[in-house]
């Protein structure tokens, strides 16, 4: 069976992110031509093409893709294992939660005041990230739990529970046409210009991408595009905007995720405490 070390898996990943060869040598630190040889190393091992090549273009193949998704859940597992062995030797070590800013819908004080009263509580480091990497940070080891939204992140191969549901709303501009209105449907913003979060794919080419929520309101606040977000996100609502309800719109749902396959009593204390506090 063919087996591939960590390290080339990583040379792939690369490659199947950037689709240039030059820019994953440059991410990787390391020659063009050491790149390429280790490529073609991996598809001999193989016995199957990962990319189709051309002067101009880098493709990856179908066997390229299952890789590349695979491959990238395995360096995640490893990185995650070696990161909670280090973390398991400190008996102290704090307990890591990753969010992004203002993504708690007003629950993180309560829940960590929940969690400081079991016995067993340690220090909680509060990592905040982008909009498209929480859950990257649980894979990955880097945090132990994180405050996701669903449906929007994904929790493939997280465990989750769910804390807060809440509507979601569009957000204008004062002065836009469906300003006014108490709530709208979703077939109401046909047309409109949607962004989408930094690190996520395009949907057609023209959607314009945003790295947090202070620029997408400064972007609807100037006209460029209008928003959909879930209604405790837009609390206050900035001045020069409107939030209206969107009556059809799939509801959010604010979650607290782990890896499955964590089942330290570091995390489970915490999930605990988290449940308690849904319950009250």
């Known amino acids: 069976m063919a087996e591939?070390?960590?390290r080339e898996l990583e040379y792939f990943?690369?490659?199947?992110?950037?689709?240039?060869?030059?820019?994953?040598?440059v991410r990787l630190s390391i020659a063009q031509p050491a790149l390429s040889k280790a490529i073609r190393r991996i598809e001999n091992r193989l016995g199957v093409p990962l990319f189709i090549r051309s002067s101009r273009h880098v493709a990856l193949t179908p066997a390229g893709k299952a890789l590349q998704e695979h491959g990238r859940h395995a360096l995640n597992a490893v990185s995650a294992?070696?990161?909670?062995?280090?973390?398991?030797?400190?008996?102290?070590?704090?307990?890591?939660?990753?969010?992004?800013?203002?993504?708690?819908?007003?629950l993180l004080s309560e829940l960590l005041a929940e969690y400081a009263r079991r016995p067993d509580a340690r220090q909680v480091d509060i990592l905040f990230s982008g909009p498209a990497d929480r859950s990257d940070f649980l894979r990955d080891?880097?945090?132990?739990?994180?405050?996701l939204y669903a449906p929007f992140d994904?929790?493939?191969?997280?465990?989750?529970?769910?804390?807060h549901t809440e509507g979601r709303v569009a957000v204008v501009p004062a002065g836009h046409r469906l300003a006014g209105h108490t709530s709208v449907r979703m077939s109401d913003l046909d047309g409109e210009m949607l962004p989408r979060w930094k690190g996520t794919p395009s949907r057609d080419g023209t959607d314009p991408e945003i790295a947090?929520?202070?620029?997408?309101?400064?972007m609807i606040t100037v006209g460029r595009m209008i928003g959909m977000l879930p209604r405790s996100l837009v609390e206050p609502v900035?001045?020069?905007?409107?939030?209206?309800?969107?009556?059809?719109a799939p509801p959010s749902h604010l979650v607290l995720a782990w890896t499955e396959q964590d089942r330290r009593p570091l995390v489970a204390s915490f999930v605990a405490a988290a449940l308690r506090q849904r319950q009250e």
Not at 154 to 163: F, I, K, Y
Not at 212 to 218: A, C
Request: charged share 25%; no cysteine; net charge negative.
């Open 212 to 218: 947090d929520v202070v620029q997408m309101f400064q």
């Open 238 to 248: 900035p001045p020069g905007l409107v939030r209206v309800p969107v009556a059809d």
């Open 154 to 163: 994904d929790l493939d191969g997280l465990a989750h529970e769910t804390l």
């Open 13 to 25: 990943i690369a490659l199947a992110d950037e689709l240039h060869f030059g820019r994953a040598a």
């Open 141 to 147: 080891g880097r945090a132990d739990v994180g405050l």
């Open 81 to 106: 294992a070696v990161r909670h062995a280090q973390h398991a030797d400190d008996g102290q070590a704090p307990l890591r939660l990753v969010l992004k800013p203002g993504g708690d819908a007003g």
């Open 4 to 6: 591939l070390e960590t």
